[in-house]
């Protein structure tokens, strides 16, 4: 589970790093990084819509996403802003495709290489 601490809740921020931070894409995933001059620990948010599927599935994939996100916290910059959003075919991926496509996405945007 994500620590609370680490967790993503202000509509604004998301908004923020949705439209202003570097962004990522893979099969199921789409990454978004802004990283800011403020002070305090990486937070990380997810979207999951329901063309992912039903409630059970949408929570699937959400519980996997944070346990992704939470071994791969320490790797990113101080005070920066983690949007994880889940494609469609997140559904049917498994766990060891979603950590490899998280991990080339979060390479992508930490090293600039994703689209601003």
Do not use: W
Request: aromatic residues 2%.
């Amino acid at each position: 589970m994500l620590s609370k601490a680490h967790r993503l809740t202000s509509g604004q921020a998301f908004g923020a790093a949705v439209r202003s931070g570097r962004r990522s894409g893979s099969r199921t995933l789409v990454a978004h990084l802004l990283v800011t001059d403020g002070e305090g620990p990486p937070l990380v948010g997810f979207v999951v819509s329901k063309a992912v599927g039903n409630a059970v599935t949408r929570n699937r994939v959400k519980r996997r996403l944070r346990h992704l996100a939470r071994e791969r916290i320490a790797s990113l910059p101080g005070s920066a802003v983690l949007v994880v959003r889940a494609l469609p075919a997140s559904a049917q991926a498994t766990y060891r495709e979603l950590s490899g496509d998280l991990d080339r996405c979060l390479e992508r945007v930490r090293a600039g290489g994703g689209q601003s």
